[in-house]
């Protein structure tokens, strides 16, 4: 049943999509642009209203493009290992708890593996969108429902590839550090299996394990974004004082987008891991009212917001040069 959810996810989103397909409003985020300070600030509550499965006019080839990537992947980081999904009586879900669909009075409960152990400060992993080796490492990091400082090194990127270079010595990605342990490793394959033996179940994701031929199959997979998110935009950026906060998984074609716009940016952020079945769905559904990724989290300017296309907005109008 898992693997059923996982292949048909994407075809049903691209359903979805085509259902919904309406201009949106335009984000109210334009009214803080004007008003925002240096100095980080409370963040407060989400500043426009989520709108599930509407896509603009202007970025529905960019979506059905993303799309397309995680319909090749089959669904590759849309699921926390060990996902279990039921429908249980209302008096076993707690009020505040996420649940997709209510029906008879029963109402759906989500579940994943019990790992091994949690970090108590998050991975760092330094990395760009369009590299295969890299994407392998994030379904990882989606799959076991780790929280990840990313800092991104787009081919030409001036702010972090060269510090990553300079710390591990060598001009290759992604490389990981985990500030736990003390641990530091180049090699994607080798990466995975340690934080599957650290923080996960000891079993390594399907189709993530190690050996070229999974490399190939996300190279091929990413092709449909001809290399979005691997280059630094044009004029650069202002790096933030402290990372943003994003929230979202590696499946998500929605979140795919705005993860390229960092990256293109090279804005440092912690990526608050939330596929299907992970706890962290009820965290975010208490934090801003219901829950819908991708949402960032902004804490130099006290914004957060819903929507893909609003968020890109926000970030190349308040960090890019």
């Known amino acids: 049943m898992r693997h059923f959810l996982a292949i048909t996810a994407p075809i049903v989103l691209l359903v979805q999509m085509t259902m919904a397909f309406r201009p949106t409003a335009r984000s109210r985020v334009q009214m803080l642009w004007g008003s925002q300070t240096k100095k980080p600030v409370t963040i407060g509550g989400p500043i426009n209203e ?54 008879g009075g029963k109402r759906s409960k ?45 081919k030409d990127g001036k702010k972090f590839r060269p510090a990553a270079v300079a710390r591990g010595g060598k001009s290759q990605f992604p ?55 691997s280059k630094v935009v044009a004029g650069g950026s202002n790096i933030p004082q402290k990372p943003l906060i994003y929230w979202g998984y590696e499946a998500s074609p929605f979140c795919r987008l705005v993860k390229e716009k960092l ?28 829950f819908l990724v991708p949402f960032i989290e902004d804490p130099n300017t006290g914004v957060s917001m819903f929507e893909s296309a609003e968020i890109m907005e926000y970030l190349t109008k308040t960090y890019a040069v």
């Open 50 to 103: 989520p709108k599930p499965f509407s896509v603009r006019p202007d970025k529905f080839l960019d979506v059905a493009t993303a799309s397309a990537v995680s319909l090749l992947r089959g669904g590759s980081g849309a699921f926390v290992q060990g996902y279990k999904v039921e429908l249980v009586g209302t008096e076993e879900v707690d009020a505040g708890d996420y649940t997709f669909v209510s029906v």
């Open 110 to 154: 989500e579940t994943c593996a019990a790992f091994v152990g949690r970090p108590k400060q998050p991975i760092i992993l330094y990395e760009f969108q369009g590299c295969p080796f890299c994407a392998k490492v994030r379904e990882a990091v989606s799959i076991l429902d780790l929280d990840v400082l990313f800092y991104p090194c787009p």
């Open 175 to 229: 490389y990981m550090v985990d500030p736990n342990t003390k641990v530091e490793m180049y090699e994607s394959g080798d990466i995975i299996q340690y934080l599957v033996d650290n923080y996960g179940t000891g079993e390594t994701p399907a189709g993530l394990g190690a050996g070229y031929a999974n490399v190939v199959k996300i190279g091929l997979a990413l092709a449909p974004r001809i290399g979005k998110g």
């Open 263 to 290: 990256n293109e940016l090279e804005l440092p952020h912690v990526q608050k891991s939330c596929a299907r079945g992970s706890s962290k769905r009820r965290e975010l559904q208490a934090r801003a009212g219901k």
